[in-house]
């Protein structure tokens, strides 16, 4: 997500092209606000209109679990090698304080997203997950799920604000195909498949190490040097461990190729190296006013999935709203981007370099496990949409309500998959999975639609890992209409 976050006025860009006062007998004199043909004009873009939604917007039921997630994501531009995260112990160590002493038992995750640019002589950067059994006993160390991809493999392409992607083949850059390759693996009766180049178990003697993840992220042969690699794993370790990913570029042969390089050169790499860089923008510290950087995580995050049911308060349903009103739920708000809810889904840290991100803002890879039972608690039949969307982010909510534009602004803030499974009358789950590429104050059309005869419940649920590159805050749309 983007470094760094600016409150403007609405009409901020336009003032400035018009000149934001004029000087006349010594006073400031503001101009009028100009037309939505004049802003057009002025600026050579088109003419935004608002949309306001005027919608109940509810703080999200549930809570984050405490199951930790290796969160390495900054530096995410990768020009020095080094040490991206490493939650070894200090001692030992040439740089101490690139060493976070952290150590992962039972379930945890892991996510990783950095990228290569325009490297000198064109040369490979690799990317190594190095694992170590500090314990007198064997470790077993499970990959329940595991995927990787190359931006190369999956680049960020614009795709249609909404589609239909049974088979997972609508996806927008590395981090959206990881993640949608993982939950199609999730609550389902099949036994999860990792990618060929993972196994399903590391054996682990007392005191060894072994590579979890060795990748590359190549660029020569590509029309612009750039490439990135997105990886993302759900483990399980019955000892404690401990994690570091590195970054080094690809050492060569005596003939001048290059090779992967091997455990015992990762391992001094973490043994001597120093923090990768270049560093990212230092975060603004809670509390703090002004500009606010939110920067990039590297650390140790508290919290791996979101699991709620939606009611309303002291219900065992969630009765829809009546005819031509909605109800939102926040996804993923954050400081500054609580759409009026005062919570913050962003996960807390229980680890990280002091010039990192002080929560895991976005909650990238995030799995939001959300059932809703949908009651009609009237006598007709009602028509009944689920949208997933993007508003303007603001922390205290307009009295109008849910802020959108037509068109939308430019830039993409939601890329990737999410899922809807349907329970139908006859005790069937019908399930569907549908690609979002959603601009910031867009409202797309509706995932699902579907009919609730009255007095009667149907239960939807909804899950997604939360994509990675993608910008909070979204909201989970609830609106009802007449049966046509």
Known sequence: MPLLSLSRTANHSYLLA??????????????????????????????????????????????????????????????????????????????????????????????????????????????????????????????????????????????????????????????????????RQLKTNQQPQNQADFPKVLIIPPGEYRLLLNHPIPVKGLEKPINGRSTFMQLHSNQTVNLAELAMYAPTTKSGDERKPTLEEWKKLLLTGGLAGPRDKRPTPPGQGGVLIYSRVSGVQAGSNWQALLTDPGSKHLSIPASGKGISYGI????????????????????????????????????????????????????????????????????????????????????????????????????????????????TKPMSTLTIPPKTTKTVSVDFLYPPDSTPPQILRIATSPVK
């Not at 090698?81 to 150590?103: C, Q, V």
């Not at 708000?333 to 002091?354: E, V």
């Not at 959108?404 to 005790?427: A, K």
């Open 18 to 183: 018009i000149g934001m006062t004029i000087l006349c007998s010594c006073k400031f004199i503001s101009p009028p606000v100009p037309s939505a043909a004049e802003q057009s004009r002025l600026t050579g873009q088109k003419a935004t209109q608002d949309l306001w939604l005027d919608d109940e917007v509810r703080p999200l039921s549930g809570k984050l679990d405490q199951i930790p997630m290796f969160n390495s994501n900054s530096p995410e531009w990768i020009k020095q090698p080094g040490i991206l995260l490493s939650t070894f112990p200090s001692s030992g160590k040439a740089t101490p304080e690139a060493h976070l002493n952290f150590g992962f038992k039972n379930n945890f995750t892991l996510f990783s997203h950095h990228f290569s640019h325009t490297p000198i002589d064109l040369k490979t950067l690799y990317l190594g997950i190095i694992v170590h059994n500090p314990n007198t006993e064997t470790v077993t160390l499970a990959l329940n799920t595991a995927a990787s991809y190359q931006l190369a493999e999956a680049p960020f392409d614009k795709k249609p604000s909404i589609a239909e992607n049974p088979e997972g083949t609508v996806f927008s850059g590395p981090g959206v195909r990881t993640v949608d390759q993982i939950l």
């Open 332 to 443: 993923s708000t954050l400081r500054a981007g609580r759409l009026g809810t005062a919570q913050t889904q962003a996960a807390k840290l229980l680890a990280r370099y002091t010039d990192t991100a002080y929560e895991a803002h976005g909650n990238y890879c995030v799995y939001y496990d959300l059932s809703l039972p949908l009651h009609n608690p009237t006598s007709s039949p009602k028509q009944v949409t689920l949208t997933l969307a993007t508003p303007i982010k603001v922390d205290k909510l307009n009295p109008k309500g849910l802020q959108f534009t037509i068109p939308p602004r430019t830039h993409p803030y939601f890329r990737g998959t999410v899922r809807l499974r349907i329970s139908e009358d006859d005790g069937a789950i019908t399930t569907q999975y549908v690609h979002l590429w959603q601009r910031t104050g867009e409202l």
